[in-house]
T-cell receptor, first 117, second 112 residues
């Protein structure tokens, strides 16, 4: 158990809908990262937040947005869903990831499996 | 032990043998390289990392080798056990970047 929790575990929805995925980082971790894992694209970095602020952005679609709240939990919002958005969405957390760049181990949650029908 | 010279999506290993998993990375400016293990139904789990100024690092039963000349990374697992069956990913991160870029993954199956 990495200490990172994600809800829900599974989500089934229809095209055009909007969903929210939730992540609670490990206690004490300030950084949260979101990744998408699909069969054809592999593991792709989406976005990172550090202590409530957006820190880095990857190949995140404009239909997707995220935020990190004062209690450090994070939500990933996916809207106008398409069939191709079906994937596993992982959240990871690390202690640092702020101003001073150094490698800090990222601990991954168990993921949310999103199925768009 | 089993070894592959190039990245292959699958690797079948006899229990007790050594495994070698290869990865080619793309960005010569990458500063950190990390190996992750992903078991079925779980998130990736950190195994070992290596910084670009090193060429070898050892952990418990695992060794990572970095060849910057040919942009190649390998993970060696000694005395492979059934619990090592998983998908293994290499990842790289730039010195001015937080995002991890993952490789395609190698599925390791351990034969009893």
């Amino acid at each position: 158990d990495s200490g990172v929790t994600q809800t829900p575990k599974h989500l089934i929805t229809a095209t055009g809908q909007r969903v929210t995925l939730r992540c609670s980082p490990r206690s004490g971790d300030l950084s949260v990262y979101w990744y998408q894992q699909s069969l054809d694209q592999g593991l792709q970095f989406l976005i990172q937040y550090y202590n409530g602020e957006e820190r880095a952005k990857g190949n995140i679609l404009e239909r997707f947005s995220a935020q990190q709240f004062p209690d450090l939990h994070s939500e990933l919002n996916l809207s106008s869903l398409e069939l191709g958005d079906s994937a596993l969405y992982f959240c990871a957390s690390s202690v640092e990831g702020g101003r001073f760049l150094s490698y800090n181990e990222q601990f991954f949650g168990p993921g949310t499996r999103l199925t768009v029908l | 032990g089993e070894s592959v010279g190039l990245h292959l999506p699958t690797l079948s290993v006899q229990e007790g043998d050594n495994s070698i998993i290869n990865c080619a990375y793309s960005n010569s400016a990458s500063d950190y390289f990390i190996w992750y293990k992903q078991e079925s139904g779980k998130g990736p789990q950190f195994i070992i990392d290596i910084r670009s100024n090193m060429d070898k690092r050892q952990g418990q039963r695992v060794t990572v080798l970095l060849n910057k000349t040919v942009k190649h990374l390998s993970l060696q697992i000694a005395a492979t056990q059934p619990g090592d069956s998983a998908v293994y990913f290499c990842a790289e991160r730039g010195s001015n970047d937080y995002k991890l870029s993952f490789g395609a993954g190698t599925t390791v199956t351990v034969r009893a």
